[in-house]
């Protein structure tokens, strides 16, 4: 906060408040095949969902059932980014570190870790019948595993409708 | 998605959708002991309490009151991943590193490290009157200090009942 | 759980629910001024939300519309602790790495990293008009870019009203 905003705070109300009433909660459920370790953009079925719900003010809730890929909200401009952060969790978490769980494979125990540091659930905004996102934000499921995968995402708004 | 979805998305809706009215907003406070740094399961306590609030459909909110330890959902299948992720946390906020806050201890800086890395919050759809989990996942309490604690977890639903 | 606890819960019910009826989706819009990298509080503010909102029981989300800074909860007595928690980020995602991602200064692909570690969203719930904040629990945005910048911060509650 500024000196200026802390100020108007202390004269009277802060915030412009957009109220109304919570109407609907609405369930579906989305599946998405990746084929190798990395990251898969998923906004447009998102924002698709809450379309389809006539969702207007809200939270949309995306959880993804599973333990060894994660949902992340990043940079969808330069896909370098993706890249790095692809790399960089691959540093943090090396198949090749002495893990005691090992029986499903070297990539197994790593893509848990990953997924600790990431998590497996979002929680975004809805405002005026869209997704409340920054210009640069996507939404995507990251994949941990070497092999591919069928991911289970279950997307859940709790709001307003249109 | 793959390009049949994409091609279904094309022609028409996405997504089969459940709509139910939020009713209630329930809200109980879950105690846990700790006894040394380590994965604490209540998958059990959680899904006693979407049964005790009657509820069907909608979000379960789980808030850990604490700085120095957090809430992570992993495999509950094989407890060696947790023995790993203990291990990878340690890694990656190591005793020894030269913390400016050491006087609580030298396991409470990297305590609260772990803390930020992994979060407080968890967020678990409810559908049909349980917790929408992966066949894998279970829901911890991480403590990262080392001396026994007893922590706060708020358990919140918000939706539809039973 | 203790034993004592599991008996109880063995016997009966295990929670003291309280129950009140979802009546207000509020939405308003925050925005914090950062001068360089590290942490800035504003618990006073989400506070402020929710008293200008009216909240009484429910839920709030604060969800930031960048990735290139986040939101963490943290402690918020010493400021030793912020410091070092801005230090173990800078170590788990060093500037000179060798990053794809470079056409934006040495300091944005660390920047994405941190925020991919540590999220965009926070989940608190409110109960008797009031944050349940445990007693050393701050809200902080975490800017990671090193020239100042304007964040937007959506703050939403669902619930009811006093």
């Not at 494979?105 to 870790?113: E, L, T, Y």
């Amino acid at each position: 906060m500024t000196v200026k905003e802390r100020n108007r705070a202390a004269a009277g109300r802060l915030f412009t408040i957009n109220s109304v009433t919570p109407e609907v909660i609405a369930t579906a459920t989305l599946e998405i095949e990746t084929s190798s370790p990395g990251f898969y953009e998923f906004t447009r079925e998102a924002a698709r969902f809450i379309a389809e719900a006539t969702a207007n003010q809200g939270t949309l809730l995306i959880f993804l059932r599973h333990t060894s890929a994660s949902l992340v909200i990043q940079e969808n401009a330069d896909p370098d980014v993706c890249t790095d952060l692809t790399t960089a969790l691959t540093r943090l978490a090396p198949p090749d570190a002495g893990w005691v769980h090992d029986a499903e494979g070297p990539d197994d125990m790593p893509a848990h870790i990953k997924t600790m540091l990431t998590g497996v659930s979002l929680q975004i905004p809805v405002t005026d019948g869209a997704l409340a996102l920054g210009t640069w934000q996507g939404i995507y499921l990251v994949e941990h595993r070497a092999r591919p995968h069928r991911r289970e995402i279950v997307l859940q708004f709790i709001g307003s409708r249109r």
